[in-house]
Structures are given as C-alpha cells and as structure tokens.
C-alpha cells in the first residue's frame, strides 16, 4: 500500500512558550495553515489508528489511560505521558516515531518527541479521535477511585 505524501508540520511553540509537557501541550495549541505544502518525513496521513483506546492499556488486565496520542507514522495509539504507562513516550522511544497527534475529541496539535514542541500538521486518517462516549479516563470499568492521584 501506498502512502500519499503528507504536508509537513508548522507553526511551532517551544515548552518555554506555550505551557507544553513531554506528550503535548497543556495549553494554547499551536495554530497553522499547511494545505498546499509538500511531505514530511515520518507522518502517514493514509495510517489508520490502531484502535480507539492505548494499544497496551488494552492488552493488559489491568490498563487504563487519562488521554491518548496517536503516531503520525503508523497510526499506534497510546496512552498520554500524565497516564500511569506513558505508552505514546515509549512507542517514540521504541521506534524512533517522532511525531504524535493528540487522540481526543476537539484536539488536533501534534507533538514532536525530538524537538520537544507542539506543532500543527496535517489531517490524518479517520478516525481522528476516540469515541466522544468513551470520556476519560477510560476504560471506565479499570480506573480506580484514587486515579487522580496516580497522574503523573
């Protein structure tokens, strides 16, 4: 299968500026317009997501997840850095995939685990988000009681 190229990522913030974490931003996401442009090396706007929920939260007995990224590369979605397993941190450091979209409804900045900033880019594969009913945290029947102080 063919991917069509994508355009590539603008509009950057810094941490300094923009009140970002490892994982994404915590506010004032980055705007940009990048209808037009040319690729950007490891994004694949033609990947599907893995799934609607972290990829490894999933697999196990016991996952559960605050929020969720997925990889502009391959489409694996896992969990956000504030989760328990910072599934999202690990699969850049286990494949070298730098850029992640936010997974949540409303959200569309990436991050970039290289340069450490938020960036927008281009419209991925549907879906762009997990299910809207699917509030988090999530899988609701797996959160504990005391899951606000289990946030990183």
């Known amino acids: 299968m063919h991917s069509r190229p994508s355009p590539p990522l603008v509009s950057r ?7 970002t974490s490892a994982g994404g931003p915590r506010r004032r996401p980055p705007t940009g317009n990048v209808s037009g442009m040319t690729g950007t090396p490891g ?8 799934g609607t929920g972290c990829a490894e939260c999933l697999a196990s007995d016991s996952g559960w997840w ?5 990889c502009a590369e391959c489409g694996h979605v896992g969990c956000c850095d504030s989760s ?24 569309t900045w990436f991050w970039d ?16 988000s997990r299910p809207e009913p699917q509030s988090p945290p999530a899988p609701a029947d797996r959160v504990p009681q005391d899951w606000r102080t289990r946030l990183h």
């Open 13 to 19: 913030r810094s941490r300094s500026t923009s009140g």
């Open 43 to 50: 994004i694949n706007v033609a990947a599907p997501p893995s």
């Open 66 to 70: 605050f929020h969720l990224r997925r």
């Open 84 to 107: 328990p397993a910072q599934h999202a941190s690990h699969h850049f450091r286990e494949t070298g995939h730098r850029y992640m979209q936010s997974f949540e409804p409303g959200e």
């Open 113 to 128: 685990f290289e340069s450490q900033e938020a960036l927008q880019g281009p419209a991925l594969a549907e879906p762009t």
